[in-house]
């Protein structure tokens, strides 16, 4: 049985001085505005991430509030809601150029497993219970009577201490399998340790196949926000310990060193307009069937830019290491990659063609020519195809240090474009 349905009011916790706990929250950038206008107002709440990162010390950025009464007030006394979802009680306010997360105290009810909840107005002491691990709930009164309140569900501060993951109640895992995701994320981002009858809970479920009964979308999302984090290599490897992977798609995973130290070799060469969670998103994908992957990535509903990434970087990858390291010049180079995107050229590199990987990134992706179309046109080449060739066989010129500056350029373009004549009209 959920905690929630237990009953009866969570105690504040004895904990951090409570002045001293607001004091360190009131050096955020975003608190001070939020302070300021809630230091009368009762029962708001910073919860989740934000107050378990306040007592490990760290600098939350992502501040989400829950109201244990009526959303509408505080919301409008904080600004006009840029956006809201009435099925979940929940708004973003804009305050001072900082966004808010506001949510109405709420419980939750699973009509199946895997689907979205029903909420229903609750205290914030069973909000709380409702949340997926102990760590995140956790809840530190704003203003008002409440200011200063540190709040808990079981254990809460005790697993933080310890270092513990540990999910609420055992019907976790079954009603929301994303949590399973969210366990590995907070695994790698935290180094905490799984609690061992929450890791037993989260086999059971995932030999279960808990994860076939959520939309692809929300997997997808999960997966996403995993390959986001600061250290996505050790999110995936996370996943891995488990299990959960495997459950995503046959094949699917980062589960050997081997393939850890691969994504990270790729992640060094990604220049900074890279996406790194493409490249991380590749190297697991790359045990899955290339006939399946794009229907997969569709199914998980990707965006079709990182999707088409991926698909380039998995299927091009291997192929482009071994035509860059047959390369020996710059345009060599530069034709071998074509128009492949940056993921599948740091991965190209990372299979074992570093050197000219690094190269193409680095410096030979940026070299542009100081003549265009029309200085071709002008000097009397038609419309079609021959502009283009001369183009190419230009840059193919001034990649490889044989052709400098306009005129040079042009030069290089005409003898291309003319089949051989280089004297411009």
């Known amino acids: 049985m959920p ?9 504040a916790v004895p904990g951090p001085d409570p002045d001293a706990l607001l004091e360190r929250f009131a050096t955020l950038p975003a608190a001070g505005p939020l302070l300021a206008r809630l230091r009368d107002v009762d029962d708001v709440y910073l919860v989740g991430g934000a107050v378990r990162d306040l007592l490990l010390g760290g600098m939350p950025v992502d501040l989400d509030l829950v109201v244990d009464g009526e959303l509408e007030p505080v919301a409008a006394l904080l600004g006009t809601p840029a956006r809201s979802h009435d099925r979940f009680a929940t708004c973003t306010v804009v305050l001072n150029g900082f966004s808010y997360d506001l949510a109405r105290a709420r419980r939750e009810t699973y009509a199946r497993p895997g689907a979205l909840p029903t909420v229903g107005p609750a205290t914030i002491d069973t909000d709380l219970l409702r949340r997926d691990f102990t760590v995140n709930a956790l809840a530190l009164g704003l203003g008002g009577r409440c200011r200063g309140r540190l ?3 079981p254990g809460a501060v005790r697993d933080l201490q310890e270092r513990a993951l540990r999910v609420l109640h055992d019907a976790s895992f079954r009603d929301d399998p994303t949590r399973l995701l969210r366990l590995a ?11 061992e009858h929450t890791r037993a809970l989260a086999a059971t479920a995932i030999a279960a196949g808990a994860l076939g009964t959520v939309t692809g979308a929300r997997v997808g999302t999960e997966l996403r926000l995993l390959a986001a984090e600061a250290d996505p290599v050790g999110g995936f490897r996370a996943l891995a310990e488990l299990g959960a992977d495997g459950a995503i798609a046959t094949g699917f995973g980062i589960r050997t060193p081997e393939a850890a130290d691969l994504a990270n070799r790729a992640l060094s060469l990604l220049p ?11 190297v697991a994908a790359r045990g899955v069937d290339l006939g399946r992957l794009r229907a997969l990535l569709d199914g998980l509903a990707f965006p079709a830019g990182q999707r088409d990434a991926i698909l380039a970087a998995v299927g091009h990858a291997p192929g482009l290491a071994q035509a860059l390291s047959a390369a020996e010049r710059p345009s060599q180079i530069a034709a071998a990659v074509g128009g492949l995107p940056v993921e599948a050229v740091a ?32 000097a009397g080449i038609p419309r079609g195809p021959r502009v283009g060739a001369g183009l190419a066989a230009a ?15 042009l030069v290089e373009a005409l003898r291309s474009a003319e089949g051989g004549s280089a004297a411009p009209r």
Do not use: N
Not at 185 to 195: C, H, I, K, P, Q
Not at 395 to 409: F, M, R, T, V, Y
């Open 395 to 409: 840059l193919a010129a001034k990649l490889d240090g044989q052709a400098s500056g306009h005129d040079a350029e």
């Open 3 to 11: 905690a929630a349905a237990t009953g009866g009011r969570i105690p």
């Open 272 to 282: 900074v307009d890279g996406d790194p969670g493409a490249v991380v998103l590749a």
């Open 185 to 195: 994320r907070y695994r790698s981002r935290l180094g905490f340790a799984v609690e």
């Open 347 to 378: 991965l190209a590199g990372a299979l074992g063609a570093e050197p000219a990987a690094r190269r193409w990134l680095d410096t030979l992706r940026h070299v542009r020519l100081d003549i265009d179309g029309q200085d071709l046109l002008d």
């Open 151 to 153: 709040v808990q569900a």
